[in-house]
């Protein structure tokens, strides 16, 4: 019942924007919607940590504890998506007819989100996956500039062309299982018949599936579409993808490779270690030469999915437990960079970072939100990055991979330098003359983007403390469930 | 089924896979728009010939049904999606330029295929003479199709090789897995088809706000 | 054995009487198609008896080459006719000469000899036209040899007889794709080699655009008529080769009387016809390719002759 509602509720949301509510107010009503699948996702991972997973329609719909705690993270994500969307819109000069269209696709592209980690047929995540693709087409096209739309039709493009490479993937795994006499294609089959699969297979398949949702995933070297996105699509909807990349798919891809991996021969870790270092490795290379900060953010969300795939594959426990303890303090901390950038972008209306100077001087409170989203981004302490990120190191040289670990240490700190350098060019200095504040610009934040940007604030600083003894708990439910003990 | 009627429907099912490969070379080729959407039409009717064909071999009425939704999906509803939303870009009647000329580009899809049959190789003991045909041609109907779309500048025929890829998948996709979950191949129509309505929109904005469709030369987002 | 010589020279007849027909009903038809009247079926024989009875004008520049070309591009289809089977499904008593890759040979020396009498005139579009038959024939080349190779492979034979068998037996191999595909490739060619639409435009008139017909331009008299002449031969002889090679032995005679071989004579015709409708069809319904555009028609010929081999190779 509570999985139906999770999904009742954008629907809901969805038919109220469509029929013509003033826009503030199905703004709210959305955010509402959110705020009880908040607690719904909540409810569901305390039930799924406790042992059994959750399950709706036995074989399609259920979540187990991985699943719950990254519904969890999505359902906070579009909380505060929504919140701040509503003072964003209100500000922008669109029609009203595309805001109202704005929040409809919004709320469908939750529902697909939402999906992704309910769903237990393999071929349906892979759906949804791909709806979560189209839906976000329009949110990212939002601005309907040629820059917009070129970036829209990138993203596009790039994304359902890695969908098409996954299902042929996923099309060889089920070959795999019926030839070893399985016919049930859902998580919990593939993991009890994988020791049984042709390796032959398995490997390309799981090959495909990586290359596919890793272009999804913005892995490099399939990142092209990345980039642009980010720095066209609206700040709320950045912080939606940079979910969807560095939460949805390393769950699903470290679902699969779970399974696979139990079959003699499989190669499936050791792909993944290799994508996800080079995916951690180019990113801090790239953080270092970009021109604009919604881009660097962009990379930074790579980086990161890079470090969660690494980590996650690493043969030992520890490192999985750390792996999704990255998950979570990264889609924390990842939408509250974006709020603070949107706010600083209210502020001074450039998108390149050369651009930005004297962000400090100009708004006090500004600057130091903005310095400390940059710092919790870059994995400074007392922020949620951090503890994880040292978790991740911990594990990692305790593992058989420890020079995964030592890699990836190098690439935290390259990029901690690079994004720390970035930020203090633009929030510190002095605001040039020849800048000044262009008179379009708003004098006024609106209220409901600051009110995300707390609520947002709340989890990373939290995070960067201590883990809540029920979230423990949860975090080691679902490392259980991807079948590693806890240490 | 007598040992002679078996050695027809493998023939056949060699052939619709021949000609399959060829669709995906002839997308490649075309020079227009409209050719483009007709080799497409094509090489989903010969995906549903196979699936047809499979369906007797293997005596499964699920691939029956996957044959009707694909005629129905991807012969009717596509074009007739496309005509509905892109209906610009669709009745232009001039050539489509290639970032590499057509000769050169059908021998990288020759290697392609080469390339394709060397991979699934391992892939291939023990298994039945459908699978032998349909897996190495999906997959080189695959690489062929993400290859055109890499040199294609135009919205819809980059939009059409991209669908292009998801028929070689599930070419392959009928021959190993014929018990796949019959809902797996409906969610796989359904994307094709939000797919299309999805991107028809996007490419219309697109000529509507620059004047063509050409997303090639669109470069206004390059890192400098 | 005499029979066999007998038959032999039947074949050879055939090709040389029919193949004027065969050409007039292709004219015929293609102007029908295109709403008009057109010449009559019988066309193509009167211009050739035109072309005799006339005087033959010889270029002062031109040597030897130009005055023996129409002889050996005459004799070239003939010598072909003798390899293949026309008539008979069973070899004859010359077809021990040469194989498939032989009769290659021997038409294309008809061809070589034809551009390089074009050249030897000093006419101009002579010149270009040869370099333009040369363009289309080093392009053509390769496909032709994948073709050979594919139907080797399959056969295991470069003799046409053995080829022609293993395509219905059993009836499957029929629609083996590895046959389907190197049909069409073959096809492709006939259209490219013979100077159809759309590679040629045989029944243009401009001199510029010409690519077959501006190498016999300078000819006139006996040596126009047998440059026409061996011109449909060299047609017929392609088709002959497509058809009862490549695509099924079906109508030749596998008896060994001479009522057989004769009842075989409509028959084959018929199948000349049907092809020829098909090249109707083609020409009628596509344009002309601007010449670069030929290389990604041939190209696509290549393709899909190797595709044929490709398909072979899954088989096994």
Same mark, same amino acid.
């Given at each position: 019942?509570?999985?139906?509602?999770?999904?009742?509720?954008?629907?809901?949301?969805?038919?109220?924007?469509?029929?013509?509510?003033?826009?503030?107010?199905?703004?709210?009503?959305?955010?509402?919607?959110?705020?009880?699948?908040?607690?719904?996702?909540?409810?569901?991972?305390?039930?799924?940590?406790?042992?059994?997973?959750?399950?709706?329609?036995?074989?399609?719909?259920?979540?187990?504890?991985?699943?719950?705690?990254?519904?969890?993270? =999505?359902?906070?994500?579009?909380?505060?998506?929504?919140?701040?969307?509503?003072?964003?819109?209100?500000?922008?000069?669109?029609?009203?007819?595309?805001?109202?269209?704005?929040?409809?696709?919004?709320?469908?592209?939750?529902?697909?989100?939402?999906?992704?980690?309910?769903?237990?047929?393999?071929?349906?995540?892979?759906?949804?996956?791909?709806?979560?693709?189209?839906?976000?087409?329009?949110?990212?096209?939002?601005?309907?500039?040629?820059?917009?739309?070129?970036?829209?039709?990138?993203?596009?493009?790039?994304?359902?062309?890695?969908?098409?490479?996954?299902?042929?993937?996923?099309?060889?795994?089920?070959?795999?299982?019926?030839?070893?006499?399985?016919?049930?294609?859902?998580?919990?089959?593939?993991?009890?018949?994988?020791?049984?699969?042709?390796?032959?297979?398995?490997?390309?398949?799981?090959?495909?599936?990586?290359?596919?949702?890793?272009?999804?995933?913005?892995?490099?070297?399939?990142?092209?579409?990345?980039?642009?996105?980010?720095?066209?699509?609206?700040?709320?909807?950045?912080?939606?993808?940079?979910?969807?990349?560095?939460?949805?798919?390393?769950?699903?891809?470290?679902?699969?490779?779970?399974?696979?991996?139990?079959?003699?021969?499989?190669?499936?870790?050791?792909?993944?270690?290799?994508?996800?270092?080079?995916?951690?490795?180019?990113?801090?290379?790239?953080?270092?030469?970009?021109? =604009?900060?919604?881009?660097?953010?962009?990379?930074?969300?790579?980086?990161?999915?890079?470090?969660?795939?690494?980590?996650?594959?690493?043969?030992?426990?520890?490192?999985?437990?750390?792996?999704?303890?990255?998950?979570?303090?990264?889609?924390?901390?990842?939408?509250?960079?974006?709020?603070?950038?949107?706010?600083?972008?209210?502020?001074?209306?450039?998108?390149?970072?050369?651009?930005?100077?004297?962000?400090?001087?100009?708004?006090?409170?500004?600057?130091?939100?903005?310095?400390?989203?940059?710092?919790?981004?870059?994995?400074?302490?007392?922020?949620?990055?951090?503890?994880?990120?040292?978790?991740?190191?911990?594990?990692?040289?305790?593992?058989?991979?420890?020079?995964?670990?030592?890699?990836?240490?190098?690439?935290?700190?390259?990029?901690?330098?690079?994004?720390?350098?970035?930020?203090?060019?633009?929030?510190?200095?002095?605001?040039?003359?020849?800048?000044?504040?262009?008179?379009?610009?708003?004098?006024?934040?609106?209220?409901?983007?600051?009110?995300?940007?707390?609520?947002?604030?709340?989890?990373?600083?939290?995070?960067?403390?201590?883990?809540?003894?029920?979230?423990?708990?949860?975090?080691?439910?679902?490392?259980?469930?991807?079948?590693?003990?806890?240490? | 089924?007598?040992?002679?009627?078996?050695?027809?429907?493998?023939?056949?099912?060699?052939?619709?896979? @021949?000609?399959?490969?060829?669709?995906?070379?002839?997308?490649?080729?075309?020079?227009?728009?409209?050719?483009?959407?007709?080799?497409?039409?094509?090489?989903?009717?010969?995906?549903?010939?196979?699936?047809?064909?499979? @369906?007797?071999?293997?005596?499964?009425?699920?691939?029956?049904?996957?044959?009707?939704?694909?005629?129905?999906?991807?012969?009717?509803?596509?074009?007739?999606?496309?005509?509905?939303?892109?209906?610009?870009?669709?009745?232009?009647?001039?050539?489509?330029?290639?970032?590499?000329?057509?000769?050169?580009?059908?021998?990288?899809?020759?290697?392609?295929?080469?390339?394709?049959?060397?991979?699934?190789?391992?892939?291939?003991?023990?298994?039945?003479?459908?699978?032998?045909?349909?897996?190495?041609?999906?997959?080189?109907?695959?690489?062929?199709?993400?290859?055109?779309?890499?040199?294609?500048?135009?919205?819809?025929?980059?939009?059409?090789?991209?669908?292009?890829?998801?028929?070689?998948?599930?070419?392959?996709?009928?021959?190993?897995?014929?018990?796949?979950?019959?809902?797996?191949?409906?969610? @796989?129509?359904?994307?094709?088809?939000?797919?299309?309505?999805?991107? @028809?929109?996007?490419?219309?904005?697109?000529?509507?706000?620059?004047?063509?469709?050409?997303?090639?030369?669109?470069?206004?987002?390059?890192?400098? | 054995?005499?029979?066999?010589?007998?038959?032999?020279?039947?074949?050879?007849?055939?090709?040389?009487?029919?193949?004027?027909?065969?050409?007039?009903?292709?004219?015929?038809?293609?102007?029908?198609?295109?709403?008009?009247?057109?010449?009559?079926?019988?066309?193509?024989?009167?211009?050739?008896?035109?072309?005799?009875?006339?005087?033959?004008?010889?270029?002062?520049?031109?040597?030897?080459?130009?005055?023996?070309?129409?002889?050996?591009?005459?004799?070239?289809?003939?010598?072909?006719?003798?390899?293949?089977?026309?008539?008979?499904?069973?070899?004859?008593?010359?077809?021990?000469?040469?194989?498939?890759?032989?009769?290659?040979?021997?038409?294309?020396?008809?061809?070589?000899?034809?551009?390089?009498?074009?050249?030897?005139?000093?006419?101009?579009?002579?010149?270009?036209?040869?370099?333009?038959?040369?363009?289309?024939?080093?392009?053509?080349?390769?496909?032709?040899?994948?073709?050979?190779?594919?139907?080797?492979?399959?056969?295991?034979?470069?003799?046409?007889?053995?080829?022609?068998?293993?395509?219905?037996?059993?009836?499957?191999?029929?629609?083996?794709?590895?046959?389907?595909?190197?049909?069409?490739?073959?096809?492709?060619?006939?259209?490219?080699?013979?100077?159809?639409?759309?590679?040629?435009?045989?029944?243009?008139?401009?001199?510029?655009?010409?690519?077959?017909?501006?190498?016999?331009?300078?000819?006139?008299?006996?040596?126009?008529?047998?440059?026409?002449?061996?011109?449909?031969?060299?047609?017929?002889?392609?088709?002959?080769?497509?058809?009862?090679?490549?695509?099924?032995?079906?109508?030749?005679?596998?008896?060994?009387?001479?009522?057989?071989?004769?009842?075989?004579?409509?028959?084959?015709?018929?199948?000349?016809?049907?092809?020829?409708?098909?090249?109707?069809?083609?020409?009628?319904?596509?344009?002309?390719?601007?010449?670069?555009?030929?290389?990604?028609?041939?190209?696509?010929?290549?393709?899909?002759?190797?595709?044929?081999?490709?398909?072979?190779?899954?088989?096994?």
């Amino acid at each position: 019942m509570l999985i139906w509602l999770t999904f009742i509720m954008p629907l809901l949301a969805l038919v109220v924007t469509a029929s013509g509510t003033p826009l503030v107010l199905a703004g709210w009503i959305s955010a509402f919607a959110a705020l009880v699948n908040v607690i719904i996702a909540a409810v569901l991972a305390a039930h799924a940590a406790d042992g059994a997973p959750v399950i709706a329609i036995p074989h399609w719909l259920g979540a187990n504890a991985f699943g719950a705690l990254i519904l969890l993270l =999505e359902t906070l994500g579009a909380l505060t998506g929504l919140i701040f969307s509503i003072g964003f819109l209100a500000q922008h000069g669109t029609p009203a007819g595309r805001k109202r269209r704005y929040f409809i696709w919004f709320n469908l592209f939750l529902i697909a989100l939402y999906a992704v980690p309910l769903l237990r047929e393999i071929a349906l995540v892979w759906l949804a996956l791909t709806l979560t693709t189209l839906f976000s087409v329009f949110l990212v096209s939002f601005e309907r500039t040629p820059a917009a739309l070129e970036a829209g039709w990138k993203y596009a493009l790039l994304t359902i062309l890695g969908a098409a490479i996954a299902i042929l993937g996923i099309l060889l795994l089920y070959w795999a299982q019926s030839r070893a006499g399985f016919t049930i294609f859902t998580w919990g089959q593939l993991r009890a018949s994988a020791p049984k699969l042709s390796p032959a297979i398995l490997n390309i398949a799981f090959l495909l599936i990586l290359i596919g949702f890793g272009t999804k995933a913005a892995l490099i070297p399939f990142h092209a579409w990345l980039p642009d996105t980010y720095s066209r699509a609206p700040f709320p909807v950045c912080a939606m993808l940079s979910i969807l990349e560095s939460a949805a798919i390393p769950y699903v891809l470290l679902r699969i490779a779970a399974a696979v991996h139990l079959a003699p021969g499989s190669r499936a870790d050791q792909w993944l270690i290799l994508f996800g270092l080079v995916s951690a490795g180019g990113a801090a290379l790239l953080i270092l030469q970009t021109h =604009e900060y919604k881009r660097l953010f962009a990379y930074s969300t790579i980086e990161n999915a890079g470090i969660i795939l690494t980590a996650g594959a690493m043969a030992s426990s520890a490192a999985r437990h750390a792996a999704i303890w990255q998950i979570i303090s990264h889609s924390v901390t990842k939408p509250l960079v974006f709020y603070a950038a949107g706010i600083m972008f209210l502020l001074v209306g450039k998108l390149r970072i050369s651009e930005v100077r004297g962000v400090l001087s100009r708004s006090p409170w500004i600057g130091t939100v903005m310095m400390a989203a940059g710092l919790a981004m870059a994995g400074a302490p007392p922020f949620a990055l951090f503890l994880s990120e040292l978790a991740i190191l911990k594990a990692g040289l305790a593992s058989p991979q420890a020079w995964a670990a030592i890699l990836l240490a190098c690439f935290m700190i390259i990029s901690f330098c690079a994004i720390t350098f970035h930020l203090f060019r633009m929030v510190l200095g002095k605001p040039g003359t020849s800048e000044a504040t262009p008179d379009t610009l708003p004098t006024t934040i609106p209220r409901s983007c600051i009110a995300a940007l707390i609520i947002a604030a709340v989890p990373v600083v939290i995070l960067g403390w201590y883990i809540p003894a029920p979230l423990a708990h949860w975090l080691t439910a679902a490392t259980t469930s991807l079948g590693g003990r806890m240490p | 089924m007598t040992p002679d009627k078996i050695a027809w429907i493998n023939q056949l099912v060699l052939l619709t896979a @021949g000609f399959f490969l060829l669709c995906s070379f002839g997308l490649i080729a075309a020079s227009q728009v409209m050719g483009c959407l007709r080799i497409y039409v094509m090489q989903s009717l010969l995906l549903a010939a196979s699936a047809v064909l499979l @369906g007797i071999d293997y005596h499964s009425t699920d691939l029956w049904i996957v044959a009707a939704v694909a005629i129905i999906a991807k012969v009717l509803l596509i074009p007739f999606l496309l005509r509905r939303t892109a209906r610009q870009a669709m009745i232009a009647r001039r050539e489509l330029q290639q970032v590499i000329n057509v000769p050169m580009s059908l021998l990288i899809a020759l290697a392609l295929t080469v390339l394709a049959y060397y991979l699934v190789g391992p892939m291939l003991s023990e298994t039945s003479p459908a699978v032998h045909a349909n897996l190495p041609i999906g997959f080189a109907a695959v690489l062929i199709a993400i290859y055109t779309i890499t040199v294609r500048r135009e919205a819809l025929p980059q939009m059409l090789s991209l669908l292009a890829i998801e028929n070689g998948a599930f070419f392959a996709g009928i021959a190993i897995a014929p018990n796949f979950p019959l809902i797996g191949e409906l969610a @796989g129509t359904f994307d094709v088809l939000m797919v299309v309505l999805t991107l @028809g929109v996007l490419s219309t904005q697109i000529h509507r706000l620059s004047g063509s469709t050409e997303v090639g030369t669109l470069s206004e987002l390059m890192e400098d | 054995m005499a029979r066999m010589i007998l038959f032999n020279l039947i074949q050879v007849a055939v090709v040389m009487f029919l193949s004027p027909l065969a050409v007039g009903i292709l004219n015929r038809l293609k102007e029908r198609v295109g709403s008009k009247k057109g010449p009559s079926i019988f066309q193509t024989y009167r211009d050739i008896w035109k072309l005799f009875h006339k005087d033959q004008i010889l270029s002062s520049e031109s040597t030897w080459i130009f005055r023996a070309t129409p002889y050996v591009c005459f004799a070239a289809p003939i010598l072909v006719t003798m390899l293949i089977p026309v008539l008979t499904s069973y070899p004859l008593f010359f077809a021990f000469m040469g194989d498939m890759i032989g009769g290659g040979f021997v038409l294309a020396l008809g061809g070589f000899f034809a551009t390089i009498a074009a050249v030897d005139t000093a006419n101009p579009y002579g010149a270009m036209g040869a370099s333009r038959t040369r363009m289309v024939g080093f392009l053509a080349e390769p496909v032709f040899m994948v073709v050979f190779f594919t139907v080797c492979f399959v056969a295991n034979s470069t003799i046409p007889y053995i080829v022609q068998q293993k395509w219905v037996h059993p009836e499957s191999n029929f629609f083996n794709p590895a046959h389907i595909l190197v049909a069409v490739a073959f096809f492709m060619l006939i259209l490219a080699e013979t100077g159809k639409i759309p590679v040629d435009n045989p029944s243009g008139h401009f001199e510029l655009a010409m690519i077959d017909e501006s190498k016999t331009l300078e000819y006139s008299g006996s040596g126009a008529a047998l440059m026409k002449w061996a011109g449909s031969m060299k047609f017929f002889v392609l088709l002959c080769i497509f058809l009862n090679v490549l695509i099924a032995p079906w109508g030749l005679a596998s008896g060994t009387t001479l009522s057989d071989v004769l009842l075989a004579i409509p028959l084959i015709f018929i199948k000349i016809l049907i092809a020829v409708g098909l090249i109707v069809i083609v020409e009628s319904s596509l344009a002309k390719l601007r010449l670069f555009r030929i290389t990604a028609f041939l190209g696509l010929a290549f393709v899909v002759a190797v595709a044929a081999v490709l398909t072979r190779m899954m088989t096994t």
